[in-house]
């Protein structure tokens, strides 16, 4: 039994390595380190991350907000997209991020240092967040934040939804822009239960699966125009931009594939939790 515990408790540890395990992925995903174009979402809300590692600049007249990092080795990437798309790297003020996994975080040291950005980070994600172990940021963060807390610069506001499973502190963002017409952003944070996660009998985080059920109870109930993600695998975002340079339009307005991919997410959830049910300690594929 000891040895067995032990077992569940080593695999559920390297799934949530994110160093590890985000690395690995990223070999078999050169996505994660392909540049994109840098483009105007919607209003003042950019995107300026890699082909599929998503980082989102929201530009203000007192400066930018920027949401995730990617890797470290992506920063660079980031820099230069922002700087293309005629603003200034430089001016970014506050940092933000999706969920504590190296994929999206682990550049938030080098931003900061570089920029002098404020670190706001979900309050069961910052111990993650501070954390000095391999390839983990180690960087202060600047403002805890809680659930329904907002984040407001220069006439923008963004409010944070905790959303957790994926990790503790796993946060999606949502705000206002300004197209013509009024658009809800939902930038979700992760509904994924990635492989090697314990649902059931978790000791390292018992209300894993509970959690999740409440992350699709708050993302079905949130209103949505622009579909967008920490990943932009969730949103198709490379089809849609190729979509919007061939016929115009903005294809990122989505509230019905919004719906159906969180419809789909749950419906994968559901089954996997049926599936660790009924044999405890199995971890997920």
């Known amino acids: 039994m000891m040895r067995r515990s032990l077992f569940l408790s080593l695999v559920f540890g390297l799934a949530l390595l994110a160093p590890g395990n985000s690395r690995l992925h990223a070999q078999a995903n050169p996505d994660w380190h392909r540049p994109f174009p840098a483009f105007k979402i919607a209003g003042n809300l950019y995107y300026v991350g890699t082909a599929d590692l998503a980082v989102y600049m929201i530009q203000t007249p007192q400066g930018n907000i920027l949401i995730n990092s990617d890797f470290a080795e992506d920063v660079p990437l980031i820099h230069k997209s922002i700087e293309q798309l005629g603003f200034k790297y430089a001016d970014t003020k506050i940092l933000l991020i999706s969920h504590a996994h190296s994929d999206h975080d682990e550049g938030v040291g080098l931003i900061k240092r570089e920029t002098g950005a404020k670190l706001m980070v979900m309050d069961a994600d910052v111990p993650a967040e501070e954390s000095t172990a391999p390839g983990r940021p180690g960087a202060h963060v600047d403002r805890v934040l809680h659930d329904g807390d907002t984040v407001e610069l220069g006439g923008a506001k963004?409010?944070?939804?905790?959303?957790?499973?994926?990790?503790?502190?796993?946060?999606?963002?949502?705000?206002?822009?300004?197209?013509?017409?009024?658009?809800?952003?939902?930038?979700?944070?992760?509904?994924?239960?990635?492989?090697?996660?314990?649902?059931?009998?978790?000791?390292?985080?018992?209300?894993?699966?509970?959690?999740?059920?409440?992350?699709?109870?708050?993302?079905?109930?949130?209103?949505?125009?622009?579909?967008?993600?920490?990943?932009?695998?969730?949103?198709?975002?490379?089809?849609?931009?190729?979509?919007?340079?061939?016929?115009?339009?903005?294809?990122?307005?989505?509230?019905?594939?919004?719906?159906?991919?969180?419809?789909?997410?749950?419906?994968?959830f559901q089954k996997e939790w049926k599936r660790q049910q009924q044999n405890p300690g199995s971890p997920a594929p």
């Open 158 to 268: 963004l409010t944070a939804h905790w959303t957790p499973g994926h990790t503790k502190g796993c946060t999606t963002w949502t705000m206002q822009v300004q197209e013509g017409r009024t658009l809800n952003a939902v930038i979700i944070g992760s509904p994924n239960v990635n492989p090697g996660y314990v649902l059931v009998g978790n000791k390292d985080y018992p209300q894993i699966a509970h959690d999740y059920v409440k992350t699709f109870s708050v993302l079905k109930g949130l209103p949505c125009d622009l579909f967008l993600g920490a990943h932009g695998a969730y949103f198709g975002l490379k089809a849609k931009y190729e979509k919007m340079k061939a016929v115009g339009g903005n294809a990122l307005i989505d509230p019905d594939g919004y719906k159906a991919y969180v419809a789909e997410r749950e419906a994968t």
